[in-house]
Structures are given as structure tokens and as C-alpha cells.
């Protein structure tokens, strides 16, 4: 017998109408209200597995301590699926061209998984193990994503390119910088797009850090990202044009969330 | 055949009662069960947009979903809010500003515009582009149908909701909500 748990299907369903996913059973958790919520505890921002992503777009809480969860949001397919769609069931589901599981990586968020047994806590970089491929176990379910509120200070930004509006992104980067009186104290960049899942861009990471951002600097750690991954080609886009896009988005965000660095959070 | 689930949904302000395959789609559901072929079908995986229907007044793609997951809820077509007249004026600026040919899209395209026009008071040009990207037109290159949008939008076309900004699967968790 095997099982799977529907939670938005805004992926799920086109898979089953295409064939390509079989299942003896649908674990429909969609009357789980409890399991829709965004909270603010403490320092860190709770947000429930089932809440829709339309819910998240629209919610004044996200926008203020996870401006860039906001922001990504945006670029989740269109309206009519965010209506539908959930933050557990993208990550759950975990497709290499996904926004979210980059958002929580540059963000440094934690998922919080539940089976019989009991609750644990999986940051995002265990949690991401391949393309489609997660650290839930078979008996466990997302119930909360918790990510670290927004600080003073802190700057964030994410763009993407994709054919279409809506589209899956061809590349997508994600930003959260740490200014620390007038230097990058910490810089953290996630990419999506890339068919091995979402990843850090790690070096350009450390080229920045403890630095004045100037546009050479930019330029340096565009090029340097661009040079760290190998991105696959496809019928979408080939291994050169998305590094091309990296370099470019990049240098985009980082510029944009030293920017957005220096504004006051309302 | 698998078995039957017995749900209750208001379709178009009319509750009813009805038997459903768990396997079945909304989609097939409101064509093929209850005879409303306005809610079009296309490409049954969430990308063309034509099956797009209001679920508890929001719009939602009606072949992602199974017609069991509607049991409770309140859905639109294009038939119930043709025959309500809440959207007659976007119709008849759709007509003035050539926003249809085929007209297969155009079903949705209504249903989407007049989501987009509840819950955004004056929208931008390009939260109307952005917007009515969410189905795809193959004749009209989409210009009539944002000037139709766009003028609608200018002259509050549409009314907005009575209960603003209350989407359902929005539920109080426990604890403070923030």
C-alpha cells in the first residue's frame, strides 16, 4: 500500500492527472485548520505547514519579520494556485525550481516534522536532500516552518527569471544580508533553479563578508557564484545561460538587499 | 468504481446534495455532473487557467482540486455570476475592448478579473498584467483584455467583498497570532 498526503495539490494533483504519480491513497489534510496559522513567538516567526500561500503574500506579520518569504511569494506561480497552494506542501515536495526552499535556506529557517513518535526540528540545509527529495521520513508530517524574525539591519532580496510569468524559474536567487556598521557582516544567498535542489552560494558568500559593498566587489562575486555551480541544460535554458543569470541575479539582489539594508522595517 | 462520498456544496447560491467518486475532479464535477461546461478545460494540469472557477470567493484552478475537497464549500462559475449581473460590466467592456476571440479562455479570464478587482481597489498596470497572466489566451495577444481590466478597475466595476480580506483555510492557530 502506499500513501500520499495531499495538502494544497497544486502540484500533487497535475501529477496524478498526468499519471506519472500513483497512489492507493490520498491523506487529504486540508481539513487540518489548526495547521494554517503565522504567529510571531519571541525572536522567531511560526508559521503553520497548511497555511495557503496566498494567506502568506497578503499577511502584514510576514511581510515585516520575513520580508523576503514576501517577496518571493510573488513569483509562486500565479494567484489562482497561491489561492490553493501551501508553504508545507512546496516544501515538502521540494522541486529544484521551487522559491521557498531557497527563501528558508537564505534564511536559515527550521522545519518542524511530526510523526507518532514525537516532534523534531530539521534545518533547511539537512532538510533538502536532492531534486523531489527531503528528509521526511515515511511516518512524519511539516507541520511548522519557524524562521528567524527580521532585524534591524538586516537587507533582503530575490529575484528570478523565468520564460513566462509564472513559470517554473529557469534561476532564482534569493539574499539576506547583515550589515554591521557600514560592512556585510553576514551574507547569505540561496539559489533555485538548478536541477540538484536548492543550494548556498558559499563562496561569493565569503568574498563578501566582513567587506564594503562597492559594484566592483558585486561584479567579483557574481562572476565567482556563477563559477561555483554546475547547473544543468535543459530544453528551458542551457548550463552557460544560467550561469549568466546567476552572475547577473546575483549582483541584482546583493545590490538590492544592501538597499533594502538601510531602509526602516514599518 | 471506487467508493462514493456524499457531499454538500452551494453551487451558484443553490445547496445541493451529491454522490462522488473519491478519484473524481471538480472540473469533471461541474461539467459533467451538474452540466456547467462554462468552467472550460484545458490542459488538466494547472497551467492554461480555462477550468479557473471562485471557491469560497477566491479563484482556484477547478482541475487541482477533487470535487470530494469541496464538500461544504460555496462555488462560482461563470454561470452564477453571468446570471447574477455582478459581473455585467465587466462582460460588456471585455465586448467594447475586443478582449476575446475564441472566447475559450474568456470564462476564465472574467472569473480571474473579477478576483484581481476584489481584492485590489486600484491596481496597478502591473499587478493587472501580473494578474491576468494566471490563464492563457492564444488569440487576443492580451491587450483588449487588459484595457477592459484597466477601465474596469478605474470605474469600480466590480464591488468588493462585503467580509474584505477573510480567505478561507485561514485558521486560527493556537497561541497569539502575530
Redesign the interface.
Known sequence: MNAKVLAG??SL??TL??RLGRYDY?I?I?GL?????????GET?CI?A???Q??IE?SA?VRR?APLLAEAT?SV?????R??GTIGGSLSHADPAAEYPAVLLALDGELVLQSRAGRRRVPAAEFFLGPLETALRADELLVEIVIPAARPGQGFAFREVSR???DFAIVGVAAALTMNAGKIGDARFALCGIGSGPVRLSEAERLLTGQVPSPALLREAGHLAARSVTPQSDLHADADYRRHLIDVLLQQVAAAAFADAGRERL | MSKQHSITVEINGVSGHYQVEARRLLSDFIRDELGLTGTHVGCEHGICGACTILFNGEAVRSCLMFAVQADGARIHTIEGLTRSGEIGRLQALFAEKHALQCGFCTPAMLIIAYDLLRTHASPSDAEIREGMSAALCRCTGYDGIIKAVTQAAKERAVAPPIDADQPHGRCSGKGRRA
Open positions: 495539490g497544486q494533483v497535475p492527472n498526468f490520498l487529504d486540508n485548520g489548526e495547521l494554517a496559522y503565522i504567529r510571531l513567538e516567526l503553520g497548511m497555511t495557503r496566498r494567506s497578503r506579520p519579520y510573488k506561480a500565479h494567484l489562482p494556485i489561492t490553493r513566462r510569468r509564472g
